[in-house]
């Protein structure tokens, strides 16, 4: 499902001095509710809002961190009416969306959430969402230790032997910059890259031109050419042994902050390094904006969908 533009910027000062204000705040949960289930998923108690907490009803099975009420106005509200977020209401509260949107296939569905299909429809294009209101890659509350680690979870199900697996020779995961994006409730893209993709990320490897290191990412010396549906488009490239970590606070952190960018204005996919043998235990993390020469502020060049 290639993005397109559909939002405005958020001013990186308000960013900043909300996801200080997160940072040293306690991971919020909901307290018990019970509620209805679409026939596609498995009905049950689950967790309602508690105060300046999660703003919707998580799914059945458990409770899910949400960004706090105060926050709605850069990271969604619970009416917003986006097309992403009425498919995630579905699969987790049995809400019909409004025509003429039609009833998805509610792929996986977890505390935490849910796997759809992406556009087109293959067997290598799906889209995780978390199943609480988030609009996109600005939202502050993602730089915390709040938010679930979708990334991993991302890469849990689209690998060989996951739950929704993308069946294509090299997986890519990516999310859009606000501006690049058509629809506004997050969603990482669980698709397949281009051999030539996985080789040029060997290539840059073998050649040290990448960092190893979160530290080393915003070097100049660790940015490069990867060529993709749109010819060549520089990213800065990151190789990382796991997806433990929060990406979107390694972006922040040692990218966005230390060089006065706005988050909402970021690109990443995530490439796992592949052989003949498989997996090869990495992950190369790309970043890119249009403030760098040849940037891109989406994911969509490198990502293959149909």
């Known amino acids: 499902m290639p993005d397109q533009q559909n939002a405005k910027e958020v001013p990186r000062r308000q960013f900043v001095a909300l996801s200080g204000a997160l940072g040293a705040a306690t991971v919020l949960t909901g307290a018990a509710a019970t509620v209805g289930a679409p026939a596609a998923a498995a009905s049950g108690v689950d967790a309602g809002p508690a105060p300046d907490s999660c703003p919707t009803t998580p799914p059945p099975g458990g409770t899910s961190s ?20 009425h498919d995630v209401q579905y699969c987790t509260s049995g809400i019909v969306p409004p025509p003429p949107q039609t009833k998805p296939d509610c792929l996986k569905m977890t505390p935490n959430y849910v796997v759809l299909h992406g556009k087109p429809e293959t067997t290598h294009n799906y889209l995780l969402l978390p199943s609480c209101r988030v609009t996109g890659i600005e939202c502050p509350f993602l730089v915390t230790s709040g938010p679930p680690n979708y990334w991993h979870e991302a890469w849990e199900n689209a690998r060989g032997g996951g739950d929704v697996p993308v069946q294509y020779p090299n997986i890519g995961l990516g999310i859009n910059s606000q501006s ?7 969603h990482i893209h669980m698709a397949g890259v281009r051999a030539s993709t996985q080789r040029r990320l060997q290539e840059l490897e073998s050649q040290g031109r990448m960092a190893t290191s979160p530290a080393q990412w915003a070097n100049p010396a660790n940015q490069a050419a990867v060529t993709g549906s749109a010819g060549d488009r520089v990213y800065r490239v990151l190789r990382l042994p796991n997806l433990r970590d929060n990406l979107f606070n390694l972006l922040y952190t ?9 988050m909402a204005d970021q690109t990443m996919i995530v490439v796992p390094k592949t052989t003949a043998a498989g997996f090869a235990g990495a992950f190369y993390v790309l970043n890119s904006d249009t403030s ?13 969908y149909s």
Do not use: K, M
């Open 66 to 85: 949400c960004p706090p009420t105060s926050l709605q106005g850069i990271c969604g509200r619970p009416t917003d009416n986006d097309p992403l977020w």
């Open 180 to 186: 690049a994006r058509r629809y506004n409730q997050l």
């Open 292 to 304: 760098i020469h040849d940037g891109t502020s989406t994911c969509d060049y490198l990502l293959v």
């Open 254 to 262: 040692n990218v966005v902050r230390p060089n006065s960018l706005n």
